[in-house]
């Protein structure tokens, strides 16, 4: 069964950046093919996946707010906590170390200012009931 994505917080460890994010899309993870194709194989190539994955970016969109915490763009990797738990998701969250890669805020007349901000993940993501 689906649910809805309302109640996610995005938590980053050191830097206490709170975002007040609108859309999160927290992983992309990609694991090489490794080709095992040889002389001898006949018929289609052959492969084996690879031990190691990369768990790409996490991309967020939201409200933008200069006045309260900044965006960590000069920071090292820290901790991120994506904690679905809020969205009725049961106890769900995915947890890892990342940092911002890039970051836009985008301020029009009449409207609320809004942010974009991309996140490499540096290591292992670890999904888990919380």
């Known amino acids: 069964m689906a649910d809805i994505g309302t109640g996610t917080v995005v938590?980053?460890?050191t830097s206490s950046w709170s975002?007040?994010?609108?859309?999160v899309d927290p992983v992309s993870f990609s694991r090489p093919a490794l080709d095992t194709t040889?002389?001898?194989?006949?018929?289609a190539r052959t492969y084996m996946a690879?031990?190691?994955y990369d768990g790409g970016e996490m991309?967020?969109?939201?409200?933008?707010?200069?006045?309260a915490s900044l965006p960590p763009i000069d920071q090292a990797a820290e901790t991120i906590?994506?904690?679905f738990s809020g969205a009725g998701?049961?106890?769900?969250e995915y947890s890892g170390t990342?940092?911002?890669?890039?970051?836009?805020?985008?301020?029009?007349?009449?409207?609320?200012m809004s942010f974009t901000a991309t996140i490499k993940w540096t290591g292992a993501i670890t999904p888990a009931a919380n």
Do not use: C, K, W, Y
């Open 50 to 52: 690879g031990d190691l």
């Open 19 to 23: 975002p007040q994010s609108v859309e």
């Open 98 to 112: 990342g940092f911002m890669t890039a970051f836009d805020a985008t301020a029009v007349e009449e409207n609320v």
């Open 11 to 13: 938590t980053f460890g």
């Open 89 to 92: 998701a049961g106890t769900f």
């Open 81 to 83: 906590t994506i904690d």
């Open 38 to 43: 040889h002389l001898g194989t006949t018929t």
């Open 59 to 67: 991309t967020m969109r939201g409200h933008f707010d200069p006045a």
